[in-house]
C-alpha cells in the first residue's frame, strides 16, 4: 500500500485501515502519528511509551490516553513535564524526589494542601521555619526535629505538650513552670472547687426523684441546672488564659 503511492492518512480516512496493518507494510510512527491514529492503537500496534515521546507527544497526550504517573516517567519524561502534562502532586510524590517536585514547581504549600506529610527528604529541603510556616504540627515533625528546635520556631507550649513532650522536657528548654504545668493544675482547681454546685444539684434531684417523686418537676429543673453549670465548668476550663500557652 505504501508503494502504491497510499498516505497513512488516506488509508486511515477513507479505508479504515488499522494502525497496526500500516506498521506491518512500512509505515513509521511519525507517518502514523500525523494520520492522526489515537495512542490507543498506536499501542496495540506494539509502541512503547518510551517510542510516543520520541515522536513527539507531550505528557498530556499521554495522561488523556490514561497512562498512569510512573509509566510516564519511566519513558524518561521529568517531574516538571509531567506537572505542566497535568498530573497532581499526589501522583507524583511516590515516583520523584521532594526536591525533584520543588525543582518542577510544586511549593511547600501545595504539598502541605495535598496532606503530604513531612518525611526525611522533606526536612533537607526545607527549614523548619518553613514547614511550621505551611501549617505542620508539632506532632507532625516531632520525629524529625528536637524539641529545643521546634520551641525555637514558635511552638508554644500547648502545641509541644499536645505532641507527647512533658512538662519536665519544656522547663529544660527554656519554657515556665507556669507555662508547662499550669494547664493541668489550672483545670484541677477549676473542677475541684466548681464541681460542688453541680454535684449538690444532681444530688438533691436524685433524692427527690427517689424520696418525692411528687416534686419530680423540682427534681427536673435541679437536673438541667446540673448539666448546665458542668458544660460552663468545661468551658471555663478549656479556655481559661493559663491552659497551656
Not at 504539598?111 to 518525611?119: D, E, H, Q, R
Request: charged share 15%; proline share 3%.
Amino acid at each position: 500500500m505504501k508503494q502504491a503511492g497510499y498516505t497513512a492518512f488516506e488509508l486511515k480516512d477513507e479505508l479504515q485501515v488499522k494502525a497496526f496493518v500500516l506498521q506491518e507494510v512500512g509505515f513509521s510512527l511519525a507517518d502514523l502519528k500525523q494520520a492522526g491514529y489515537p495512542i490507543s492503537e498506536l499501542v496495540e500496534a506494539g509502541y512503547t511509551v518510551a517510542n510516543l515521546k520520541q515522536a513527539g507527544y507531550t505528557v498530556a497526550d499521554l495522561k488523556q490516553a490514561g497512562y498512569t504517573a510512573v509509566a510516564v516517567k519511566q519513558a524518561g519524561y521529568t517531574a516538571s513535564e509531567l506537572k505542566i502534562g497535568g498530573y497532581t502532586l499526589p501522583e507524583l510524590v511516590t515516583h520523584y524526589t521532594v526536591n525533584d517536585l520543588k525543582d518542577a514547581g510544586f511549593s511547600l504549600q501545595d504539598f502541605k494542601n495535598a496532606n503530604i506529610l513531612p518525611g526525611p527528604e522533606m526536612k533537607s529541603a526545607y527549614a523548619l521555619e518553613a514547614l511550621k510556616a505551611v501549617g505542620y504540627s508539632a506532632v507532625e515533625l516531632k520525629i524529625f526535629f528536637p524539641l529545643n528546635e521546634l520551641a525555637d520556631v514558635g511552638y508554644g507550649a500547648r502545641e509541644l505538650l499536645d505532641a507527647g513532650f512533658t512538662g519536665q522536657q519544656l522547663t529544660q528548654v527554656g519554657f515556665t513552670n507556669q507555662q508547662a504545668f499550669t494547664c493541668s493544675q489550672c483545670c484541677c482547681n477549676y473542677l475541684c472547687f466548681f464541681t460542688f454546685f453541680p454535684g449538690l444539684f444532681l444530688t438533691t434531684a436524685a433524692l427527690i426523684f427517689k424520696y418525692a417523686p411528687d416534686y419530680w418537676y423540682i427534681g427536673l429543673i435541679l437536673l438541667l441546672f446540673g448539666i448546665f453549670f458542668l458544660f460552663v465548668i468545661f468551658l471555663t476550663c478549656e479556655r481559661h488564659p493559663n491552659r497551656r500557652n
